[in-house]
């Protein structure tokens, strides 16, 4: 069954009654909801998926050695879900061994590829076989990062609906994984995200506002005089620099470097996911359906929305010549208990 | 029915006048009723919604673990549900300074415990928490055509925004945000949808929990374009605010709410009608020069008279913007783009209607209320100030005029709300005379209206009103778990017992459930003194005290002395195990009322809880439970003589509760109920022998309530209309009539006893039977 929430939007009423007033009003505005009705060269989202039911993407991520392939992370609370491919040829199914979980995030390249899960799971992809390194644990591995040319994984989680209730982190070298205990300052933290490496420092983020910065042997709690859930950070290792991203009900955009933070840009939804493209400009993404653009120069640029899933994650890359960017989510924070998936692609290059 | 058709406001030479768009079908007579074009297929929805908002939840369903109310009309209750609530239901924002220097919400649920700052007792006052930085108090508003923003666009809402002052009148106004949406709902504006506006206050106020509202209207698919139509579908976009499940581990299982009782709810916040405005025939030529006035003033530019809508302009008198209200108002607390100094101009349709005003309910008038605003209102004020008090009357007419009342301070005097008659529930108990049912209205007026401090309300008050506690299911009926009295006593450092009679909260938000914590707040010192005694010998007691129905109370006293006498059997000399004691007072009369039966007369009850509940003081010749002076700057006596009469003799003419009349059960006699709770006397129905009797608790559990009566007696409570007034036993502790069958113990043992040896079914047939009492 089609949930009401798609069926009944916000946007699909908006446009009924913007096509009774636009005769006399002459224009459109953001919620017209009809596409035709935008100027022209607006980016626009194109739907690949809006009730994708292998579930739920919590992540986009393009492996440095196949940019042209996108691998979606997601799936349903007991089958988690891996596709593979792009707005162009469409996405295949990558089989994961029976019994994986929702899975939230993948790193790594495409013949080392390491997702994380719910209740701890990890797995490893070697470009022909799945290896289980998962963690015995409860808490759900929300984030993780493959560094040192594949030699070492961090990984960060926390507490779910689905159990564990403390914010972790978790390193991985020799075949080994090895705990890092949060600063005395972080104590009683419920959740950290995800994790990010500007090439030096790793950056953490959590829930009210948490920052992790430093290396795994010298963790240190920044204070950001925060109070929204910092939910994604992307690094650029050429110059130690950091996207954050995050908030709930209105949402905060904000860079840092060296450890500290500039001023945060709020936003008039909360923000999940970003992507950064080679000449930076970014895209953000998050509640219900709703998405931004930063060009270069810093102007923003709102696309339509055509869904009214939660957008988890963005992603953008160079397909025969042009940009796509991307946008994924689904209604993972919800009461359901099947979820189903949203995948959006753009063509858009300032 | 007029519904004015969307207008184009891009070409402003064919803009038609506000007045002429002005949204008719919006208004009711009877406050509480659907906005009059309700579709039918909704009315069914809306009523269950309206039941929903009345709803007493309870431990066993979902209540809780903390709660401030156990429904969602505790809060919004005058005076209608759906409406506003006195002072006493202030709760306040909390926020602490973290590590990082980061205000963040402390209390439970994230961020609202209840603080009643003039509650009786100290410890109920802030601060909470000495890493406490920020409180910022809460008055509940009225919900009265609050839903009809739901049709207001985004855009019509940006339309007014003025971010940078660029026209240079001084006056701002900027949105605030929710998901991407413009949020038009709170008082910062935090909300863009009613369901998370709903599902916020149950889940924070109640300790409901719900899941995201996914459902289908299948009934009301659209099938074609109607302005009705568009109702429908603006609503149903209401329910597409997507956010999480809520979870409180209180052990129910979550939702607490279910989807369909959900659903009918955010129907009836979405239809609730708007108080009918006064006709322009029937309005003073002061008020008409006041409603100029009003904008001449500036009021206007924030309270702009009428609002787009897609159902047609909304006279609401409100832009939705959020506004800098100035330092005198700010409370610190940011919610989304909302600074501490911001917030979303108030709409002021029915403004009469529920004092007290402004966020906090700082204010008792509509004059106190303007004149505590600032920041972008400062040239307004400027300009209002320097009317003349003619002026001044006249603009405050015309918002009396905006749906409220003629004396634009008591709804109860308006002729829209009707007082019950003889037969009637909550009525008088027998045919009055004319002069009588206005002496009745009167003292319901009296016992319904809320007192200020100008008429002596304080030093200190548990609640502001007689109705407060006496509400369920009439004015006048009980009060439920969320206005418990809290008792504490135990012996001092001088081995002297005490009792403190505080207000409720030991199931608030508040982590009042630990004595030591207690202990922690409290701010005076011989009583943390004595209470720290008693803490560390292992004397203090904790109880709550459930408000008693008050119907019927005036039949009890007209019960013989001799009858109550007759029953008494204080050495068990019949051996049947139940003795029952007189309660003499020290005045020599026979106590009959309250749970120790420690009152004699509805007079004397009257005067105990204007004194210990509200701190209003009457004339000492009235009453021997009232005092001379209470210390506070109202000149005593507070409450007039006359008006004592009056509102004693309502109290007193309450009609007892209806009962069904197959009121025979064999069970009742046979288990032995009826031992205590006798079925008659003196040919009043109330099913209590109003005597005595150990009713087996721990002594160790039980506040020692007077000299002269032991910590385990307990009058019998009549068990009239007792199907009504859950919950049940002296602290609410039973939530069932089963349970408080259950709790019964001391001379009660045999009885349930034999209640255990019953079958299901002859129990379900006993409990059936004090249903229909």
Known sequence: MQPNYLSHTRFTHVSIFCLLSMACRG????????????????????????????????????????????????????????????????????????????????????????????????????????????????????????????????????????????????????????????????????????????????????????????????????????????????????DSTVQIVGGRGTGLYVTGQNGVLDTPTQLIAGINGIATDASGNSLLVGEMGYSQLLNATGQTVEPVPVTTHILHAAAVHIVDDTQYWYAVGGNLATAESTFEGSILSMEWTP | MIWVLFSCRTDTSVEPKVEDMIVADIFVEHLGDPIPTLRSELIEHYENGSSVMSRGFTPNTGLGPTFNAD???????????????????????????????????????????????????????????????????????????????????????????????????????????????????????QAASLESFNRGAIFNQMGITSDPLFYEFPELEVQGWNWQLSLLNTADAQVSALDEPTVDNDGVPDPEINNEDQRDLLVFSTYIGVPTPTPLSERSKESIKGERQFSEVGCAGCHIPSIPSVIGALPAYTDLLLHDMGEALADGIKVGFAQGNEFRTQPLWGVGLHPPYLHDGRADTLIEAIEWHGGEAEGSIDRWLALTEEEQSGIIDFLGDLGSIPNKQNFLNDTRFSTPIFGDVGGPSRQLSSTEQATFERGLQLFDGNFVEEGGLS?????????????????????????????????DANSVSFNLALPVLMRSTLP?????????????????????????????????????????????????????????????????????????????????????????????FVADALLQEIGVTIHPSLSDFTIEDDLDTCEDPEFQTEDVTDLTFFVYELAPPKSEPDSESVLFEAVGCAGCHTPTLDSVSLYSDLLLHDMGYDPATVVDHDPGVLPTEFRTAPLWGVNDTAPYMHDGSAETLFEAILHHGGEAERSVAAFANLTSIEQEELILFLEKL
């Open chain 1, 27 to 238: 224009s459109s505005n953001k919620d017209s909801g009809v596409a035709t009705t935008d100027p022209p060269g607006k980016p626009n989202w194109e739907s690949i998926a809006s009730t994708d039911q292998d579930g739920a993407w919590l992540r986009a991520h393009i492996p440095s050695d196949t940019p042209e392939e996108l691998w979606l992370v997601g799936g349903q609370p007991t089958a988690g879900s891996i596709k593979v491919g792009n707005a162009i040829k469409g996405f295949e199914p990558l089989e994961l061994p029976e019994g994986t979980p929702l899975l939230n995030w993948a790193d790594g390249t495409s013949t080392n590829m390491w997702v994380g899960g719910l209740y701890g799971s990890i797995l490893h992809w070697d470009g022909a076989v799945w290896v289980d390194y998962s963690l015995d644990i409860e808490e759900a591995i929300w984030g993780l990062v493959v560094v040192d040319n594949g030699a070492t994984v961090v990984a960060v989680g926390g507490s779910s609906r689905w159990g564990g209730d403390e914010g972790i982190v978790y390193s991985f070298q020799n075949d080994v994984w090895t705990s890092h205990p949060l600063p005395d300052e972080l104590d009683g933290l419920n959740n950290l995200f995800k994790v990010a490496f500007d090439g030096e420092q790793y950056w953490m983020v959590g829930t009210s506002g948490a920052l992790l910065y430093g290396t795994l042997d010298d963790l240190t709690a920044v204070p950001t005089g925060l109070t929204q859930d910092l939910i994604t950070a992307i690094a650029t290792p050429n």
């Open chain 2, 459 to 491: 030093p200190m008050f548990n609640a502001d009103s007689c109705r407060a506690c006496h509400q369920d299911p009439v004015i006048g009926g009980a009060g439920g778990l969320d206005v418990n009295i809290l008792r504490i006593g135990g012996m």
């Open chain 2, 512 to 604: 009042f459930e630990k004595p030591a914590e207690i202990l922690e707040l409290i701010d005076e010192e011989w009583t943390q003194e004595s209470l720290q005694t008693a803490w560390s010998d292992g004397s203090l007691i904790i109880e709550a005290r459930q408000p008693p129905s008050l119907l019927g109370i005036g039949a009890i006293e007209t019960i013989s002395t001799e009858t109550i006498l007759a029953g008494a059997d204080p050495d068990d000399s019949d051996e049947d195990g139940i003795s029952g004691r007189v309660r003499w007072l020290n005045d020599g009369q026979l106590g009959r009322m309250g749970w120790k039966a420690q009152i004699a007369t509805v007079s004397d």
């Open chain 2, 71 to 189: 429904s969602c009309a505790g809060c919004h209750q005058m005076p209608v549900a759906g409406g506003s609530a006195p002072r006493y239901r202030d709760f306040w924002l909390i926020q602490e300074e973290r590590w990082d220097g980061a205000l963040v919400a402390a209390g439970t649920n994230g961020l609202s415990p209840v603080r009643n700052e003039y509650a009786t007792a100290p410890i109920f006052h802030i601060p909470p928490s000495p890493d406490a930085t920020t409180y910022a108090r809460r008055n509940t508003p009225p919900m009265f055509g609050v839903g009809l923003f739901a049709f207001v666009s985004d855009q019509d809402i940006l339309d007014f925004a003025d971010p940078d002052d660029a026209d240079g009148d001084g006056i701002s106004g900027r949105a605030n945000y929710e998901k991407g949406e413009v949020a038009k709902f709170g008082y910062k504006s």
